[in-house]
């Protein structure tokens, strides 16, 4: 079946360090992968997402490249604010529409 | 443009009675989902509508919960009669369907939470 596996948090850094949030996932066939973020008190937004091997989606200075031989896509930013403090979900779609969600990364930015 | 609607954004109510919460999805999109969202379970798929008609309602976590969509451009998720474990946030999204590449589109949420 399906799996998205995210880092566990809460990932903890200052004001202008550099993010990395790791996400692999297991899946049959050639599945798209999204980042989306949700901020607090608030429902999921799409932050960026890639539909084939090698494709780089970026957003709000957000970057992630779908890695096939490693079956990644990791979030990196190279410069984080104390507003993109937020919980990241990493998820899939394989087949049909549904979305398969990795258990969500929470990211505090300290000013 | 407006985006998933979702109604009540809070409700609170004892346990036994039944609760009604209410979806908009985005005008065109064909594809409907309903989403629970809790610190021990994260976030779960309960139900997937396509056209309107229910598609896997396997995340449903017991007859207690029930959920329809009359037309295209509204969905109700029921809960009779309510219990304290069902308090969470329930998410409605939707999307344009057709496919694996496209994405879901959140409403804000209706936090429910069963005394």
């Known amino acids: 079946g399906n799996s998205v596996t995210q880092m566990e948090g809460p990932v903890t850094l200052s004001e202008e360090a550099f993010l990395t949030i790791n996400c692999t996932y297991t899946?049959?066939?050639?599945?798209?992968l999204f980042w989306y973020v949700q901020y607090p008190g608030e429902g999921l937004q799409l932050l960026l997402k890639a539909t084939k091997a090698d494709d780089k989606g970026s957003n709000k200075g957000f970057e992630a490249t779908y890695r096939k031989e490693t079956t990644s896509f990791h979030l990196e930013k190279g410069s984080v604010q104390v507003s993109d403090s937020a919980v990241y979900f990493c998820?899939?779609?394989?087949?049909?529409?549904?979305?398969?969600f990795g258990g969500g990364t929470r990211l505090m930015v300290k000013p | 443009d407006a985006g998933v609607i979702q109604s009540p954004r809070h409700e609170v109510t004892e346990m036994g009675q039944e609760v009604t919460l209410r979806c908009k999805p985005i005008s065109g999109h064909n594809s409907l989902f309903w989403y629970r969202q809790t610190m021990m379970r994260g976030l779960e798929l309960l139900i997937y509508f396509n056209n309107n008609v229910p598609i896997d309602d396997s995340g449903m976590p017991e007859d207690r919960f029930s959920a329809k969509m009359p037309n295209a451009s509204f969905s109700t998720l029921k809960i009779q009669p309510s219990e304290p474990r069902d308090s969470a946030v329930y998410f409605c999204a939707s999307s344009l369907g057709g496919g694996r590449a496209y994405e879901q589109y959140f409403g804000p949420g209706t936090r429910l939470t069963v005394t």
């Open positions: 998820a899939l779609n394989n087949a049909g529409n549904m979305l398969t």
């Open positions: 899946a049959t066939g050639y599945p798209s």
